[in-house]
């Protein structure tokens, strides 16, 4: 069975507050055909949290992973 996230849980996962994820749909940086809106929720399916991760990354809303194979 396939699993789906809404904004807030996701939110709630990576930390950050939901508008932070919404505005991202809305500036176009994330998918609306990927993550459609049906009965006015967003229906977000597990396996595009990892885009929605790395565009989080991307604007500074969370900190990006320094590579392991770069520390002294």
Not at 2 to 7: A, K, N
Not at 38 to 67: K, N, Q, S
Request: proline share 8%.
């Amino acid at each position: 069975m396939d699993q789906f996230f809404s904004i807030s849980s996701l939110a709630r996962r990576f930390g950050v507050a939901p508008r932070t994820i919404s505005d991202l749909f809305y500036r176009r940086r994330l998918s609306d055909e990927a993550c459609p809106v049906v009965d006015g929720r967003r229906i977000i399916p597990a396996e595009y949290a990892p885009a929605i991760e790395a565009a989080l990354r991307d604007t500074g809303a969370l900190p990006r992973v320094e590579d392991a194979t770069c520390q002294p």
